[in-house]
């Protein structure tokens, strides 16, 4: 017999955004490392994934890591 883990919801939204780095990250054909310092660097974990989680967990991976990097392009192109 199997035994279920309950996860916290700050486990579920960390495991949510790691997952979009890493998506990203292969999309971009980038390491993770370097995605996660790119998005650190413009703000992009604190103050767009984390803030639109209830929005962007409930769209498909293609679109979410679609924004995502439309956005991180933006926000660095700003900086």
Avoid at 11 to 39: H, N, P, Q
Avoid at 51 to 79: C, F, M
Wanted: negative net charge; charged residues 25%; contains cysteine.
């Amino acid at each position: 017999m199997s035994m279920l883990i309950q996860r916290t919801d700050q486990e579920i939204l960390m495991g949510f955004v790691a997952s979009c780095i890493e998506d990203v990250a292969d999309k971009l054909g980038l390491d993770y490392m370097t995605v996660y310092k790119r998005m650190k660097a413009v703000g992009m974990i604190d103050n767009y994934i984390i803030p639109h989680y209830d929005v962007l967990h409930t769209e498909s991976r293609e679109n979410v890591s679609a924004g995502i990097i439309d956005t991180l392009k933006r926000w660095e192109a700003q900086q």
